[in-house]
Protein backbone atom coordinates (compact mmCIF):
# COMPACT_ATOMS: atom_id res chain seq x y z
CA UNK A 1 0.00 0.00 0.00
CA UNK A 2 1.02 3.44 -1.17
CA UNK A 3 0.53 4.78 2.19
CA UNK A 4 1.78 8.71 1.92
CA UNK A 5 -0.14 8.84 -1.60
CA UNK A 6 -2.93 8.05 0.19
CA UNK A 7 -2.56 10.23 2.87
CA UNK A 8 -2.08 13.33 0.18
CA UNK A 9 -5.44 12.05 -1.18
CA UNK A 10 -7.03 12.83 1.49
CA UNK A 11 -7.67 9.35 2.53
CA UNK A 12 -7.80 9.74 6.25
CA UNK A 13 -11.36 9.04 6.75
CA UNK A 14 -11.65 6.19 4.62
CA UNK A 15 -8.58 3.90 6.58
CA UNK A 16 -10.65 5.37 10.00
CA UNK A 17 -14.55 4.45 8.41
CA UNK A 18 -12.67 0.76 7.28
CA UNK A 19 -10.82 0.56 10.96
CA UNK A 20 -14.06 1.47 13.04
CA UNK A 21 -16.23 -1.56 11.07
CA UNK A 22 -13.27 -3.85 11.72
CA UNK A 23 -13.20 -3.32 15.49
CA UNK A 24 -16.66 -3.26 15.64
CA UNK A 25 -16.57 -7.08 14.60
CA UNK A 26 -13.33 -7.84 16.72
CA UNK A 27 -14.20 -6.23 19.92
CA UNK A 28 -16.75 -5.47 22.69
CA UNK A 29 -18.51 -1.76 22.40
CA UNK A 30 -17.12 -0.81 25.76
CA UNK A 31 -14.17 1.68 25.96
CA UNK A 32 -11.78 1.48 29.22
CA UNK A 33 -10.07 4.56 30.87
CA UNK A 34 -6.61 2.86 31.43
CA UNK A 35 -4.53 4.05 34.46
CA UNK A 36 -0.63 3.58 34.14
CA UNK A 37 0.36 3.01 37.90
CA UNK A 38 3.76 5.10 38.11
CA UNK A 39 5.70 3.23 41.15
CA UNK A 40 9.07 5.48 41.06
CA UNK A 41 10.10 9.04 39.45
CA UNK A 42 13.47 7.72 39.35
CA UNK A 43 15.51 5.59 36.45
CA UNK A 44 19.14 4.29 36.16
CA UNK A 45 18.89 4.86 32.40
CA UNK A 46 17.59 8.69 32.42
CA UNK A 47 19.12 8.99 29.06
CA UNK A 48 16.13 8.63 26.62
CA UNK A 49 16.44 12.40 24.44
CA UNK A 50 12.21 12.47 25.22
CA UNK A 51 11.81 11.22 28.48
CA UNK A 52 11.43 14.09 31.36
CA UNK A 53 13.93 11.80 33.88
CA UNK A 54 16.56 12.51 31.12
CA UNK A 55 16.43 16.16 32.42
CA UNK A 56 18.56 17.78 35.26
CA UNK A 57 15.03 19.77 36.53
CA UNK A 58 12.73 16.65 37.52
CA UNK A 59 14.66 13.67 37.99
CA UNK A 60 14.89 12.70 41.49
CA UNK A 61 18.26 11.38 41.86
CA UNK A 62 18.14 9.74 45.10
CA UNK A 63 16.45 6.32 44.14
CA UNK A 64 15.27 5.52 47.54
CA UNK A 65 13.25 9.45 47.94
CA UNK A 66 12.17 8.66 44.26
CA UNK A 67 9.88 5.48 45.53
CA UNK A 68 6.48 5.68 46.02
CA UNK A 69 4.76 4.19 49.45
CA UNK A 70 3.89 0.74 48.38
CA UNK A 71 0.60 1.20 50.38
CA UNK A 72 -0.15 4.56 48.17
CA UNK A 73 0.45 2.49 45.26
CA UNK A 74 -2.70 0.12 46.37
CA UNK A 75 -4.49 2.76 47.77
CA UNK A 76 -4.39 4.15 44.24
CA UNK A 77 -5.37 1.14 42.58
CA UNK A 78 -8.35 0.22 45.03
CA UNK A 79 -9.46 3.79 44.14
CA UNK A 80 -9.40 3.41 40.27
CA UNK A 81 -11.11 -0.11 40.71
CA UNK A 82 -14.08 1.97 42.49
CA UNK A 83 -14.16 3.60 39.76
CA UNK A 84 -13.78 0.96 37.25
CA UNK A 85 -10.50 1.80 35.13
CA UNK A 86 -8.49 -0.18 34.36
CA UNK A 87 -4.76 -0.68 35.59
CA UNK A 88 -2.79 -0.03 32.25
CA UNK A 89 0.15 -1.10 33.62
CA UNK A 90 2.86 -0.40 36.62
CA UNK A 91 5.37 1.70 35.41
CA UNK A 92 8.70 2.22 36.35
CA UNK A 93 12.29 3.47 35.34
CA UNK A 94 15.09 0.92 35.44
CA UNK A 95 15.99 -0.88 38.46
CA UNK A 96 14.19 1.35 40.91
CA UNK A 97 12.13 -1.40 42.34
CA UNK A 98 13.93 -5.22 42.76
CA UNK A 99 11.80 -8.01 40.66
CA UNK A 100 10.75 -9.47 44.10
CA UNK A 101 9.58 -6.48 44.94
CA UNK A 102 7.77 -5.44 42.05
CA UNK A 103 6.40 -9.18 42.11
CA UNK A 104 4.44 -8.26 45.68
CA UNK A 105 2.75 -5.44 44.96
CA UNK A 106 1.59 -7.14 41.93
CA UNK A 107 -0.40 -9.73 44.40
CA UNK A 108 -1.21 -7.38 46.52
CA UNK A 109 -2.80 -5.44 43.05
CA UNK A 110 -4.22 -8.93 42.25
CA UNK A 111 -5.98 -9.32 45.18
CA UNK A 112 -7.91 -5.79 44.61
CA UNK A 113 -8.70 -6.25 40.74
CA UNK A 114 -8.57 -10.15 40.55
CA UNK A 115 -7.10 -9.74 37.40
CA UNK A 116 -3.03 -10.21 37.03
CA UNK A 117 -1.46 -7.23 35.89
CA UNK A 118 0.57 -5.60 32.94
CA UNK A 119 4.38 -4.45 33.74
CA UNK A 120 6.50 -1.86 31.83
CA UNK A 121 9.21 -1.73 34.20
CA UNK A 122 12.87 -2.02 31.45
CA UNK A 123 13.74 -4.79 30.04
CA UNK A 124 13.81 -7.79 32.42
CA UNK A 125 16.29 -11.15 32.80
CA UNK A 126 14.02 -12.39 35.40
CA UNK A 127 11.17 -12.85 33.73
CA UNK A 128 9.97 -16.62 35.22
CA UNK A 129 9.81 -15.15 38.71
CA UNK A 130 6.12 -13.97 38.33
CA UNK A 131 3.18 -15.97 38.25
CA UNK A 132 -0.18 -15.81 37.69
CA UNK A 133 -0.33 -12.18 39.29
CA UNK A 134 1.49 -10.64 35.99
CA UNK A 135 -0.65 -11.15 32.62
CA UNK A 136 2.07 -9.21 30.20
CA UNK A 137 5.06 -7.77 29.84
CA UNK A 138 5.53 -4.32 27.60
CA UNK A 139 8.46 -3.74 25.72
CA UNK A 140 9.09 0.00 25.57
CA UNK A 141 9.87 0.10 21.47
CA UNK A 142 8.97 3.92 21.52
CA UNK A 143 9.96 4.53 18.02
CA UNK A 144 9.31 2.21 14.87
CA UNK A 145 12.63 2.68 13.40
CA UNK A 146 15.39 0.96 14.35
CA UNK A 147 18.26 3.81 13.67
CA UNK A 148 16.05 6.45 15.39
CA UNK A 149 15.31 4.08 18.44
CA UNK A 150 19.45 3.54 18.82
CA UNK A 151 20.03 6.92 18.90
CA UNK A 152 17.06 8.24 20.95
CA UNK A 153 16.87 5.43 23.58
CA UNK A 154 20.95 4.39 23.45
CA UNK A 155 20.42 2.38 26.60
CA UNK A 156 17.88 0.34 25.78
CA UNK A 157 19.04 -1.54 23.08
CA UNK A 158 15.41 -2.78 20.59
CA UNK A 159 16.99 -6.19 20.74
CA UNK A 160 17.09 -6.11 24.08
CA UNK A 161 13.48 -5.42 24.16
CA UNK A 162 12.91 -7.72 21.21
CA UNK A 163 14.68 -10.82 22.97
CA UNK A 164 12.73 -10.01 26.22
CA UNK A 165 9.27 -9.99 24.77
CA UNK A 166 10.38 -13.55 23.27
CA UNK A 167 10.96 -14.94 26.30
CA UNK A 168 7.31 -13.55 28.04
CA UNK A 169 5.84 -15.64 25.05
CA UNK A 170 7.75 -18.43 25.76
CA UNK A 171 6.93 -18.05 29.87
CA UNK A 172 2.81 -17.78 28.50
CA UNK A 173 2.79 -14.03 29.69
CA UNK A 174 0.97 -11.65 27.15
CA UNK A 175 3.26 -8.94 25.11
CA UNK A 176 2.79 -5.57 25.11
CA UNK A 177 4.64 -2.78 23.02
CA UNK A 178 4.50 1.20 23.26
CA UNK A 179 4.91 3.62 20.86
CA UNK A 180 5.40 7.23 20.98
CA UNK A 181 4.20 8.81 17.41
CA UNK A 182 6.18 12.43 17.11
CA UNK A 183 10.03 11.34 17.38
CA UNK A 184 10.68 11.79 13.99
CA UNK A 185 9.15 8.79 12.53
CA UNK A 186 8.47 8.71 8.73
CA UNK A 187 5.22 6.99 7.46
CA UNK A 188 7.23 4.07 5.72
CA UNK A 189 7.89 3.30 9.21
CA UNK A 190 4.48 1.81 9.84
CA UNK A 191 5.71 -1.23 7.60
CA UNK A 192 8.46 -1.65 10.38
CA UNK A 193 5.75 -1.52 13.13
CA UNK A 194 3.70 -3.88 11.39
CA UNK A 195 6.54 -6.42 10.77
CA UNK A 196 7.70 -5.86 14.32
CA UNK A 197 3.76 -6.42 15.68
CA UNK A 198 3.85 -9.56 13.74
CA UNK A 199 7.26 -11.09 14.40
CA UNK A 200 6.80 -10.65 18.29
CA UNK A 201 3.27 -11.60 18.15
CA UNK A 202 1.90 -8.58 20.15
CA UNK A 203 -1.53 -8.83 21.76
CA UNK A 204 -1.71 -4.94 22.61
CA UNK A 205 -0.19 -1.71 21.36
CA UNK A 206 -0.54 1.22 23.44
CA UNK A 207 0.00 5.05 21.29
CA UNK A 208 1.22 7.72 22.92
CA UNK A 209 1.70 11.23 21.14
CA UNK A 210 4.83 12.82 21.83
CA UNK A 211 4.39 15.11 24.84
CA UNK A 212 7.33 18.08 24.40
CA UNK A 213 9.25 18.51 27.88
CA UNK A 214 11.03 21.48 28.06
CA UNK A 215 14.69 20.33 28.86
CA UNK A 216 14.58 17.68 26.42
CA UNK A 217 15.35 17.39 22.49
CA UNK A 218 12.08 17.58 21.85
CA UNK A 219 11.19 20.37 24.08
CA UNK A 220 10.17 23.06 21.26
CA UNK A 221 9.00 19.70 18.93
CA UNK A 222 5.39 19.86 18.47
CA UNK A 223 2.92 16.69 18.96
CA UNK A 224 1.66 15.11 16.47
CA UNK A 225 -1.70 16.20 14.17
CA UNK A 226 -4.85 14.19 15.19
CA UNK A 227 -5.31 13.12 11.70
CA UNK A 228 -1.79 11.67 10.99
CA UNK A 229 -2.38 9.77 15.25
CA UNK A 230 -5.65 8.63 13.55
CA UNK A 231 -4.46 7.17 10.62
CA UNK A 232 -1.60 5.38 12.59
CA UNK A 233 -3.99 3.59 14.60
CA UNK A 234 -6.29 2.99 12.00
CA UNK A 235 -3.79 1.29 9.51
CA UNK A 236 -2.61 -1.06 12.47
CA UNK A 237 -6.42 -2.18 13.65
CA UNK A 238 -7.13 -2.99 9.99
CA UNK A 239 -3.39 -4.93 10.16
CA UNK A 240 -4.38 -6.59 13.05
CA UNK A 241 -8.27 -6.88 13.60
CA UNK A 242 -7.58 -8.67 16.92
CA UNK A 243 -5.02 -6.68 18.36
CA UNK A 244 -5.72 -4.79 21.91
CA UNK A 245 -5.32 -0.83 21.35
CA UNK A 246 -4.67 1.53 23.99
CA UNK A 247 -4.64 5.33 22.87
CA UNK A 248 -3.20 7.70 25.12
CA UNK A 249 -3.54 11.76 24.88
CA UNK A 250 -3.07 14.82 26.63
CA UNK A 251 -5.49 16.66 28.81
CA UNK A 252 -4.17 19.86 26.30
CA UNK A 253 -5.45 17.48 23.16
CA UNK A 254 -8.92 16.06 24.35
CA UNK A 255 -10.93 16.50 20.77
CA UNK A 256 -8.02 13.49 19.51
CA UNK A 257 -9.83 10.86 21.32
CA UNK A 258 -13.45 10.29 19.44
CA UNK A 259 -11.43 10.25 16.33
CA UNK A 260 -8.55 7.62 18.03
CA UNK A 261 -11.65 5.49 18.91
CA UNK A 262 -13.41 5.73 15.48
CA UNK A 263 -9.84 4.61 14.51
CA UNK A 264 -9.96 1.48 16.78
CA UNK A 265 -8.71 2.25 20.03
CA UNK A 266 -10.14 -0.19 22.49
CA UNK A 267 -9.24 2.11 25.76
CA UNK A 268 -7.47 5.79 26.57
CA UNK A 269 -4.93 6.72 28.69
CA UNK A 270 -2.47 9.39 29.98
CA UNK A 271 -4.63 11.50 32.19
CA UNK A 272 -3.92 12.77 35.08
CA UNK A 273 -7.18 10.91 37.26
CA UNK A 274 -7.10 12.74 40.28
CA UNK A 275 -7.07 16.42 39.03
CA UNK A 276 -9.41 15.33 35.58
CA UNK A 277 -11.62 13.57 38.06
CA UNK A 278 -15.26 15.81 38.18
CA UNK A 279 -14.23 18.87 36.40
CA UNK A 280 -15.01 19.63 32.92
CA UNK A 281 -12.23 18.32 31.41
CA UNK A 282 -13.56 14.71 32.85
CA UNK A 283 -16.87 15.20 31.56
CA UNK A 284 -15.29 16.30 27.84
CA UNK A 285 -13.46 12.64 28.32
CA UNK A 286 -16.94 10.92 28.78
CA UNK A 287 -18.64 13.29 26.18
CA UNK A 288 -15.90 12.30 23.30
CA UNK A 289 -16.47 8.97 24.19
CA UNK A 290 -20.38 9.29 23.55
CA UNK A 291 -20.49 10.81 20.38
CA UNK A 292 -18.38 7.62 19.04
CA UNK A 293 -21.25 5.43 19.95
CA UNK A 294 -19.18 3.37 22.67
CA UNK A 295 -19.90 2.85 26.21
CA UNK A 296 -17.66 3.82 28.39
CA UNK A 297 -16.25 1.16 31.29
CA UNK A 298 -16.40 2.77 34.86
CA UNK A 299 -16.06 6.94 35.17
CA UNK A 300 -14.71 10.27 35.05
CA UNK A 301 -17.55 12.40 36.88
CA UNK A 302 -19.44 10.14 39.09
CA UNK A 303 -18.68 11.29 42.64
CA UNK A 304 -20.63 8.83 44.50
CA UNK A 305 -18.23 6.09 43.18
CA UNK A 306 -14.73 7.38 45.02
CA UNK A 307 -16.85 6.05 47.84
CA UNK A 308 -16.01 5.50 51.64
CA UNK A 309 -12.35 7.29 52.55
CA UNK A 310 -11.59 3.70 54.21
CA UNK A 311 -9.91 0.82 52.47
CA UNK A 312 -11.60 -2.72 51.77
CA UNK A 313 -8.61 -4.48 52.49
CA UNK A 314 -6.00 -2.77 54.45
CA UNK A 315 -6.46 0.29 56.90
CA UNK A 316 -2.46 0.97 55.76
CA UNK A 317 -4.24 2.63 52.21
CA UNK A 318 -6.81 4.74 54.40
CA UNK A 319 -4.72 7.67 54.52
CA UNK A 320 -3.93 7.51 50.87
CA UNK A 321 -7.63 6.72 49.98
CA UNK A 322 -8.36 9.95 51.83
CA UNK A 323 -5.95 11.78 50.37
CA UNK A 324 -6.43 10.92 46.83
CA UNK A 325 -10.17 11.13 47.33
CA UNK A 326 -10.30 14.84 48.58
CA UNK A 327 -7.59 15.36 45.74
CA UNK A 328 -9.90 13.79 43.51
CA UNK A 329 -13.29 16.76 44.98
CA UNK A 330 -10.68 19.27 44.77
CA UNK A 331 -11.84 21.98 42.45
CA UNK A 332 -8.55 21.84 40.40
CA UNK A 333 -9.61 23.95 37.49
S1 LIG B 1 14.14 4.03 30.28
FE1 LIG B 1 12.07 4.90 30.53
S2 LIG B 1 12.15 6.11 32.42
FE2 LIG B 1 14.27 5.65 31.81
S3 LIG B 1 14.89 7.45 30.62
FE3 LIG B 1 14.11 5.96 29.17
S4 LIG B 1 11.92 6.44 28.92
FE4 LIG B 1 12.65 7.51 30.75
Request: aromatic fraction near 10%; glycine fraction near 6%; proline fraction near 3%.
Amino acid sequence: MNYINKIKNNEVLDVVTKANKITKKNHSNTVTLERAILISWWCEKGDCSFCYMATEKKRINDPKKAKRKVYGILAEVELCTRLGWNIEFLSAGYNSFSTEEIKNISKKIYEITKKGTWLNVGISNELKEYGEEIIGITGSVEVANLELHTSICPSKPLEDISNMLNVAKDLGFKKAITIILGLGESLEDINYLIKYIKEHDIDRIIFYSLNPHKGTKFGESSPPSSLYYSWVVSTIRINFPKIEIICGTWIDNLANIGILILSGANGITKFPLFKMFGTKYGKRTEEEIKWTGKELQGTFTDKSKLGKEKSEYDPNYDKYIKRYIKESLNDKY
